[in-house]
T-cell receptor, first 115, second 112 residues
Framework: DGGITQSPKYLFRKEGQNVTLSCEQN?????MYWYRQDPGQGLRLIYY???????QKGDIAEGYSVSREKKESFPLTVTSAQKNPTAFYLC??????????????FGSGTQLSVL | DAKTTQPPSMDCAEGRAANLPCNHS???????VYWYRQIHSQGPQYIIH???NNETNEMASLIITEDRKSSTLILPHATLRDTAVYYC?????????????FGKGTHLIIQP
């Protein structure tokens, strides 16, 4: 089945530790995104990538890093500089066709908690 | 992208039509109206989108007013599985270049 796979479903981080959230898609989509969601809130864009080896900061990129070495993979690292990392993290992808309407396809999310 | 306003929560009886309103008074001519929904602890799911004509698919109908300043998402026969947060988003491209902006949405609760 085509889709977006996020792992793990639940992740715990110790103080001062970096953790990496995985996002893989087999939809052959060019664009990928990372969002953060806090309880009762909407989604906020962390980073996005329109093409391999290129990515841009979203609204809340501080304390996070990403890489896009392969089209199907867009891992997110939550660094120790992110002081409030507890949140629900969502990965999404979309086809990049200029001047068309695109839908976002989301993974099932990773809940990150600080020990 | 234009800003949207949605009620924070709504109730609907199972089997009845659920009508979810959205105001987007600052929408511009080339912006589309998108609807997504998010079931608890899952990723959002695309429902429908439209520019100025009413749209219908297997999930829902979208009614956009003639002046395009508001719209209504209609779930014709709501079931308990339709309980979710529904997001109304206005965007030129649907995400493509730089993602979509998701507000707090409307928490729709379907009552048995």
């Amino acid at each position: 089945d085509g889709g977006i796979t996020q792992s793990p479903k639940y992740l715990f981080r110790k103080e001062g530790q970096n953790v990496t959230l995985s996002c893989e898609q087999n939809l052959n989509h060019d664009a990928m995104y990372w969002y953060r969601q806090d309880p009762g809130q909407g989604l906020r864009l962390i980073y996005y990538s329109q093409i391999v080896n290129d990515f841009q900061k979203g609204d809340i990129a501080e304390g996070y890093s990403v890489s896009r070495e392969k089209k199907e993979s867009f891992p997110l690292t939550v660094t120790s500089a992110q002081k409030n990392p507890t949140a629900f993290y969502l990965c999404a992808s979309s086809i990049r066709k200029p001047a068309t309407n695109e839908k976002l396809f989301f993974g099932s999310g990773t809940q990150l908690s600080v020990l | 992208d234009a800003k949207t306003t949605q009620p924070p929560s709504m109730d609907c009886a199972e089997g009845r039509a659920a009508n979810l309103p959205c105001n987007h008074s600052t929408i511009s001519g080339n912006e589309y109206v998108y609807w997504y929904r998010q079931i608890h602890s899952q990723g959002p799911q695309y429902i429908i989108h439209g520019l100025k004509n009413n749209e219908t698919n297997e999930m829902a109908s979208l009614i956009i007013t003639e002046d395009r300043k508001s719209s209504t998402l209609i779930l014709p026969h709501a079931t308990l599985r339709d309980t979710a947060v529904y997001y109304c988003i206005v965007s030129r491209s649907g995400g493509g270049a730089d993602g979509l902006t998701f507000g707090k949405g409307t928490h729709l609760i379907i009552q048995p």
